[in-house]
């Protein structure tokens, strides 16, 4: 991205949209407060989509109130009915005019910016929406080209994000491979936590 906030091609770039807005459950505290060598997921996330060359970034909170630095912090209020409802807030808090977007989730903090940068590179070459795929299964994070932020919206319910339209629309849907650059292993359990501690400690 330019200095001038233009894409490669000179059209506006995809913002990027961070959801952190659930309690965590199952691990006891709000995800988006846990630490990854000294960092909060939040603020990875939003590093990971601003080094892609996302820009805004938005972050859709909810179980935790954040303050993050580069990013817009976006309220849900209806965060307990599910990832739906943040991916909802999120579409409909992104700028007028937005031409895309990159939602990613933050507890995945092995994904990286290079698996965003290459949706983006899906996007300019003209995919409509781009998946990250894992053994050639699509995961997150994905791209949505802003025809799609409707139907997207009201197919987003309880904990199901964007994943009822995607199988619903697969034809819609160009997977990118992202194996070599990225993991989709997300942080669920203190368990999960120390696992990913000791994987980031071995490299």
Not at 119 to 143: C, H, K, M, S
């Amino acid at each position: 991205m330019s200095r001038h906030g233009l894409g490669p091609h000179g059209a506006e770039p995809p913002a990027g949209l961070l959801l952190a807005a659930g309690e965590g459950r199952r691990f006891g505290r709000p995800k988006a407060l846990l630490e990854l060598d000294g960092e909060r997921l939040v603020d990875r996330g939003v590093r990971m989509l601003r080094d892609a060359g996302c820009s805004p970034v938005l972050v859709v909170a909810g179980a935790a109130q954040v303050e993050v630095i580069g990013a817009v912090v976006v309220p849900n209020p209806g965060w307990r009915d599910g990832m739906g409802s943040s991916l909802r807030a999120g579409l409909a808090a992104l700028p007028p005019g937005c031409p895309a977007v990159v939602v990613a989730l933050v507890d995945q903090p092995l994904v990286t910016a290079a698996a965003a940068a290459r949706l983006i590179a899906a996007y300019e070459a003209g995919a409509g929406i781009a998946a990250a795929t894992y053994g050639g299964a699509p995961r997150n994070p994905v791209l949505l080209r802003s025809a799609h932020f409707a139907d997207v919206a009201a197919a987003a319910e309880g904990d199901r994000g964007a994943r009822a339209f995607l199988r619903a629309h697969p034809d819609l849907v160009t997977g990118v491979p992202c194996d070599d650059v990225a993991s989709p292993a997300d942080i669920d359990t203190p368990e999960d936590l120390a696992a990913l501690t000791r994987r980031d400690g071995a490299r």
